[in-house]
């Protein structure tokens, strides 16, 4: 049994982002998140991150419905949706306390990096599911 490319390929493009995000996210835990540029680039780094995810995830999707792995689509099609709809949710709780702090809220801060956590964490239990369907995906059907 041969691997299937087209799968290979979709694994491949979805753990890049996956995959840097992962190693890129743990350097905000090193710096204090009420210092307005170092929060800003931790924004845009989730922003980058689900628009990414968004965009590999639906190619990835399509490429495996062309192939005819409707469950492994399936599994794809989760993860691209989370990152549609997790998106709003997810950047609306960040630009809440990005606000609340430049309000004054001392808490604005602690609260940010509990979204940091999660975000990190949300992203690892998705890598680690996708880097434990890949035996599964990637053999011919």
């Given amino acids: 049994m041969t691997p299937d490319a087209v799968a290979v390929a979709v694994m491949i493009i979805l753990l890049f982002p996956m995959g840097y995000f992962t190693l890129a996210s743990p350097a905000f835990l090193l710096v204090r998140l ?6 800003q680039l931790l924004r845009g780094m989730f922003n980058a991150h689900f628009l990414v995810m968004r965009v590999a995830g639906a190619i990835g999707t399509v490429a495996l419905l062309l192939d005819g792995r409707l469950l492994a689509a399936f599994g794809v099609g989760m ?3 989370l990152a ?3 998106r709003p ?3 609306q709780r960040v630009d809440d306390q990005l606000s ?3 309000a004054g809220d001392a808490e604005a801060a602690r609260r940010l990096r ?3 956590w999660s975000g990190m964490l949300g992203n690892a239990v998705l890598l680690v ?3 434990a369907g890949i035996p599964y ?3 011919p059907a």
């Fill in 34 to 39: 009420d210092i307005q540029p170092v929060a």
């Fill in 79 to 81: 993860i691209t949706a």
């Fill in 114 to 116: 509990r979204l940091h």
């Fill in 137 to 139: 995906v990637a053999m």
């Fill in 100 to 102: 609340a702090r430049d």
């Fill in 129 to 131: 599911a996708l880097v």
């Fill in 84 to 86: 549609i709809w997790g």
């Fill in 89 to 91: 949710w997810f950047m």
